[in-house]
C-alpha cells in the first residue's frame, strides 16, 4: 500500500550531517550542563540553535529541497535516541527528561551507563540497549514530533530519522536476567508495532518523508547472518509499508553493499531506497551498481545513490562518480537521486577554516560542507545541465590531476623499499621459544608486573601544553616540564615497586596524532572534530601520501627514562594497523600498502631505540579488530595484511629484545588467531570487566607471554588486593606461571593519581601474595 502523500524524492541529500556543531558547540553545551554550569534550559536552548543553525547551513549549501535536510539529531547518540523515541529503552515512562537520558548514556550514582561499542567499522560508538522478553515497549512519538516542528518554526522542511528495528535490535544485546538462548531479535515483531505508532503519528503531523536506516544488512553479525537480516527485514518493512498511516520512506542502507537484503528490501517496496556507492564499497563489490539497477528496474522506487564517500575526506573524483550514476541509469533506474554512501557525521564540518593545511592539499580535501556541493553538481550534472556544475567538475578534475602528481603523495624512495619487501608473511627470527630463553637474561622476577604506558595526564600537563602552543612556554621549558613528570612517574613506579617501567607518555597529546605529526605523509588539521561518541571528538589525522620518518621519534624521550632507572623501561610505539585505523586514509592505494610503509618507518625506530639500550618495546595495537570487514569473506585478507605489518615492525629486532603488544576495547574472540600470529613475546590485553572470560578462548597457538587487565580502568574505582589476587589466580588456571604478566587494562591517562596510586600499589601487592601462596605450595 502506499501512502497519502506523493510529494517527490529531493534530486539530492545526504544521509546525515555533523552534529556537534562547527565549533564544537554541542560538546561544550553538554560539558557545562553535566558540570552544572548551565540549567537545563540554557542547554535546551544551546541545543536548538545549533540544530536550526545546521538546518540553515545546509540550506545554504543548497540543500533547499523539501525533506533534503536530515534531522538525525540526537543529543548524545543516534542509537539511544531512536530506542528512547520508538520505546525500545526507557520502561514504561511516557516521556525521559534530560536527567534520566544522560543517565542512560553516562550513568549515575546508582546505575551504570549503558554499554558503549562501535558503530560498524567507523570510529564512532553507539549505545547499545538491552533487551528481554521482559522489555516493556512504550512509543514516544512526541519526540520526533518536536523535532520536526522545531525545524518547521524556522522554515524548514526536514526528514526525519529513525535508526530501523532490525539494526536497532541487532544492535542490543540481552539483558543480564535475559534467558540463556534469548535473541533481542525476537522482539521485532512487538518493535515493528512501535514504529507503526510513531510513523503514524509523523503522518498524522503531515510529515511526507521518513529514513529510516538499516545499515545492519550490509554486515555479517555474529547475532544473526546476512541470510537471517534479510529474513527480519522482509518481515518488518513488509508490514511497516503495509500500513497506509505513514509518511513515504527512504530506506537506507549505509556501510556496505547489501547482499540477501537487496531483494528484501526491493520486495518491501519503499517509495525510495538509499545504497553505499562510494569507491570503497565498489572495490570490495565492483558489480554493486548493477545488482542495484537491475533490482530497481521497473518499481517505481526512488534510488538515492549514495556516490559520495560519507566516510572519507578526499575530494570526489566527479567524472568517475557520474559514471557510476550513468551506469544505474542505463541498468534502468528512472528515478535517480544523489546522495552521500553514509552519514556525513564521519568527517569534520568544513575544509574551508583549515587556513594552515598547504593549499595544494587543501584542494584534495572535501569535508562535509564540500561534500554537499559534489553531490549538488552530480545531480545537476546527470540531470543533463553541465554548465551549473562546471565549477565543481573543475576543481575535482584538478584534486584529482594534482593529487596524483604530487611530490607530496609519491616518494620513490619509500616506494622502493617497500617493493624490496618479501611477499606474503613474514616471521622474526628465532622463534618464540628461542627467544623467550635469551630474554631470560632480562632478570624479571615471577608474575612481572608492568603498565600500558600512559600516566594521567593531568591538568599542569594540559596546561603546559597550551601554553607551548599559545606560545608563552618556549620549546626548552616544555621539554623541562615534560621531563619532570617523566622524572616524577619513574619515581613513582619504584616506589611502588612495579617490575617493567613506562615513561607514562606526557608528551603524547593523542597516541596516534602524535606519530602523525612527526612522520612524512601525514597531515593534520586544527579544526577537523568528528564526533566519536557524546561529546568526545577527535581529530583524524590524514594519510596524504607515501610514509616516512625524517627522524627518531620517541627515542629521547625513552632514554631519558631509562636513565633515570636500573629497572626495564619499555620503549612505546603505537602500531601501523591503529595509525591507520584512527586518521583518514588514502583512497589512491589500498591500506595494506600504507601499513607496509608505516611499519618500515616504525621497524627503523625499533632499530634506534635498541641502539639506545632499550631492551624492552612495546607496539601498540588496540585497533586490530576495529578495522576488521563487516563483511565475513573479506576478514582473512585484512588480518593477513594486518599481521604481516606488526610484523614488520619487530622484524629485525634482535632476539633480546622482547616485544609487547597491548590489544583493548573489545571481544577478541573473533580475532584471537590474529593475536597470536602477531607473534609478540609478550601481549596485554584488555581482560577485567570480562573476568579473564577471554582466557579460555587461548589454544596452544597462543604461545606468547600475557599480562590480561586486572584492573578495569576504565572506571574510577580502585579495586583492592583481594580482588586483584582472585583474578590473577583466576588468570592462573589458563596460563602457566611463567607466562602470566599483572597488569591493568589499558593506558592510565584519563585516570587521576588518587585512583592510579592505590591501585597500582594493590596491584604489586596482589601480586606478591600470589607470589607467596605459589611459593607456599611446593
Ligand atoms: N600505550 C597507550 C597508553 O597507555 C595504549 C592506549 C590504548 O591502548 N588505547 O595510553
Ligand atoms: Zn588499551
Known amino acids: 500500500m502506499s501512502p497519502v502523500s506523493s510529494a517527490p524524492f529531493p534530486t539530492f541529500t545526504i544521509e546525515g550531517y555533523p552534529r556537534v556543531g562547527a565549533n564544537r558547540e554541542l560538546k561544550k553545551a553538554l560539558e557545562s550542563f553535566w558540570a552544572g554550569r548551565i540549567d537545563e534550559a540554557a542547554f535546551t536552548s544551546a541545543a536548538h540553535s545549533i540544530r536550526l543553525d545546521n538546518y540553515a547551513r545546509l540550506r545554504d549549501l543548497g540543500l533547499d529541497q523539501d525533506y533534503a535536510i536530515p534531522a538525525d539529531v540526537a543529543l548524545y547518540d543516534q542509537v539511544l535516541e531512536t530506542a528512547v523515541t520508538v520505546g ?75 535508526v530501523g528495528p532490525v539494526t536497532l535490535l541487532a544492535l542490543s544485546k540481552p539483558t543480564e536476567d535475559a534467558a540463556a538462548d534469548f535473541s533481542p531479535l525476537a522482539r521485532l515483531t512487538d518493535l515493528i508495532a512501535a514504529y507503526t505508532e510513531v510513523l503514524a503519528a509523523l503522518a498524522e503531523a ?64 519503499p517509495e525510495a531506497l538509499q545504497v553505499d556507492l562510494a569507491p570503497v564499497t565498489l572495490t570490495a563489490d565492483p558489480e554493486y551498481p548493477q545488482r542495484v539497477a537491475a533490482a530497481v528496474a521497473g518499481t517505481d522506487i526512488t534510488l538515492a545513490a549514495g556516490v559520495i564517500d560519507g566516510r572519507n575526506i578526499w575530494a570526489a573524483d566527479l567524472r568517475e562518480r557520474l559514471e557510476v550514476l550513468e551506469t544505474l541509469r542505463k541498468g534502468g533506474v528512472d528515478k535517480l537521486a544523489v546522495s552521500s554512501s553514509v552519514s556525513l557525521q564521519h568527517v569534520p564540518h568544513t575544509v574551508a577554516v583549515e587556513t594552515n593545511l598547504p593549499v595544494d592539499v587543501a584542494g584534495w580535501l572535501s569535508f562535509a560542507d564540500e561534500k554537499i556541493t559534489e553531490a549538488q553538481a552530480l545531480a545537476t550534472a546527470v540531470g543533463g545541465d553541465t554548465v551549473d556544475a562546471a565549477d565543481a567538475f573543475a576543481r575535482s578534475d584538478r584534486a584529482v590531476r594534482t593529487r596524483r602528481e604530487s611530490a607530496r603523495t609519491h616518494n620513490r624512495d619509500v616506494q622502493d623499499r617497500v617493493a624490496a619487501l618479501p611477499d606474503g608473511q613474514v616471521a622474526r627470527s628465532p622463534e618464540f621459544a628461542e627467544r623467550v630463553e635469551v630474554q631470560k637474561s ?25 601554553d607551548h602552543r599559545a606560545g608563552t612556554l618556549t620549546d626548552d621549558q616544555y621539554t623541562e616540564a615534560l621531563k ?115 611499519a618500515l618507518a616504525l621497524a627503523d625506530e625499533v632499530a634506534d631505540l635498541e641502539a639506545a639500550g632499550i631492551d624492552i618495546i612495546q607496539i601498540d595495537e588496540p585497533a586490530l579488530r576495529e578495522l576488521l570487514p563487516l563483511r565475513e569473506d573479506a576478514r582473512p585478507a585484512y588480518l593477513d595484511w594486518a599481521v604481516r605489518s606488526f610484523r614488520l615492525v619487530a622484524l629485525d629486532a634482535k632476539p633480546a629484545t622482547q616485544i609487547h603488544t597491548h590489544l583493548c576495547y573489545s571481544e577478541f574472540g573473533q580475532i584471537i588467531d590474529a593475536v597470536a600470529a602477531l607473534d609478540a613475546d609478550v601481549t596485554s590485553i584488555e581482560a577485567a570487566r570480562s573476568r579473564m572470560e577471554l582466557l579460555t578462548d587461548l589454544d596452544e597457538s597462543f604461545h606468547s607471554e600475557i599480562g590480561p587487565g586486572i584492573w578495569d580502568i576504565h572506571s574510577p574505582r580502585v579495586p583492592d588486593v ?20 599483572v597488569n591493568p587494562d589499558c593506558g592510565l591517562k584519563t585516570r587521576g593519581y588518587a585512583e592510579v596510586e592505590p591501585a597500582l600499589r594493590n596491584m604489586v601487592l596482589a601480586r606478591d601474595l600470589v607470589v607467596e601462596s605459589l611459593a607456599g605450595k611446593v
Open 88 to 162: 525500545l529503552i526507557g520502561g514504561e515512562a511516557a516521556d525521559i527528561d534530560l536527567t534520566e537520558y544522560f543517565a542512560l548514556a553516562r550513568g549515575n550514582a546508582e546505575r551504570a551507563p549503558l554499554e558503549m561499542t562501535k558503530w560498524f567499522d567507523t570510529n564512532y560508538h553507539y549505545l547499545v540497549p538491552e533487551v528481554s522478553d521482559d522489555t516493556v515497549i512504550t512509543p514516544r512519538p512526541q519526540r520526533i514530533l518536536d523535532i520536526v516542528d522545531e525545524a518547521k518554526a524556522a522554515g524548514h522542511v526536514v526528514r526525519p530519522f529513525l
Open 206 to 269: 503531515g510529515v511526507e518523508w521518513v529514513q529510516i536506516i538499516e545499515p545492519a544488512l550490509t554486515a555479517d553479525l555474529t547475532v544473526a547472518s546476512d541470510a537471517d537480516l534479510a529474513a527480519d527485514a522482509a518481515i518488518a518493512y513488509g508490514a511497516l509499508l503495509a500500513e497506509v498511516d505513514r509518511p513515504q520512506v527512504l530506506l537506507s542502507t549505509p556501510y556496505g553493499s547489501l547482499r540477501q537484503g537487496l531483494d528484501a528490501v526491493i520486495s518491501a517496496n
Open 442 to 466: 632480562l632478570g624479571l622476577p615471577t608474575l612481572p608486573t608492568t603498565t600500558i604506558g600512559s600516566f594521567p595526564q593531568t591538568p599542569e600537563i594540559r596546561k603546559a601544553r597550551a
Open 484 to 598: 619532570d613528570e617523566v622524572r616524577q612517574v619513574i619515581e613513582l613506579q619504584e616506589r611502588l615497586g612495579i617490575d617493567v617501567l613506562v615513561h607514562g607518555e606526557p608528551e603524547r597529546n593523542d597516541m596516534v596524532q602524535y606519530f602523525a605529526e612527526l612522520l612524512d605523509g601525514f597531515v593534520t588539521t586544527e579544526h577537523g572534530w568528528v564526533q566519536s561518541y557524546g561529546s568526545r571528538c577527535t581529530r583524524p589525522s590524514i594519510v596524504v601520501g607515501d610514509v616516512s620518518r625524517p627522524e627518531a621519534m620517541t627515542v629521547e624521550w625513552a632514554k631519558y627514562a631509562q636513565s633515570l632507572s636500573e629497572r626495564h623501561v619499555k620503549g612505546m610505539l603505537t602500531g601501523p594497523v591503529t595509525i591507520l585505523a584512527w586518521s583518514f586514509t588514502r583512497d589512491d592505494v589500498p591500506k595494506s600498502v600504507s601499513a607496509d610503509q608505516i
Open 722 to 741: 583481594a580482588e586483584l589476587s582472585e583474578l590473577i589466580k583466576a588468570a592462573l588456571v589458563n596460563v602457566p606461571t611463567e607466562r602470566l604478566w
